[in-house]
Nanobody, 120 residues
Framework: QVQLVESGGGLVQAGGSLTLSCAASGSIFSINLMGWFRQASGNQREFVAAITSHGRANYAEYVKGRFTISRDNAKNTVYLQMNSLNPGDTGVYYC??????????????WGQGTQVTVSS
C-alpha cells in the first residue's frame, strides 16, 4: 500500500508565496517521476511541474520563473515552492508519483489534493 500526503496549501494574497509538500509512504522500492498538477473549479486537471529522481525538472509555461519543484529522495518527498502567486493559480493541487513497490508493481499514485486560494 502506497500513500501520498500533501500539505502546505492555504489562503494567500496576490504576490505572495506558498510551499507545498508531498510525502510518499508505504511499500516503496523506488520512486521515478514526481510531480504536481492542479485543478481549478470547473476546469480539467492540468500539469504544473515534474522532477526526475536525478533532479531534472520540467515546468508548465505559465509557472516558469515563479514556481520551483524539488525533491528529497531520502524522505520520498517532493516540494513545490510557489512565488508571485496570482488569482489564476487558485485551485486544488495534486501530487503525483510513479512508484515501484516492493511487490515489483509500477503505478502512478495521487495525493488527496490541497487547496490553494490566491486573493486579489
Amino acid at each position: 500500500q502506497v500513500q501520498l500526503v500533501e500539505s502546505g496549501g492555504g489562503l494567500v494574497q496576490a504576490g505572495g508565496s506558498l510551499t507545498l509538500s508531498c510525502a510518499a509512504s508505504g511499500s516503496i522500492f523506488s520512486i521515478n517521476l514526481m510531480g504536481w498538477f492542479r485543478q481549478a473549479s470547473g476546469n480539467q486537471r492540468e500539469f504544473v511541474a515534474a522532477i526526475t529522481s536525478h533532479g531534472r525538472a520540467n515546468y508548465a509555461e505559465y509557472v516558469k520563473g515563479r514556481f520551483t519543484i524539488s525533491r528529497d529522495n531520502a524522505k520520498n518527498t517532493v516540494y513545490l515552492q510557489m512565488n508571485s502567486l496570482n488569482p489564476g493559480d487558485t485551485g486544488v493541487y495534486y501530487c503525483n508519483a510513479n512508484i515501484a513497490t516492493m511487490s515489483m508493481t509500477l503505478s502512478d499514485y495521487w495525493g488527496q489534493g490541497t487547496q490553494v486560494t490566491v486573493s486579489s
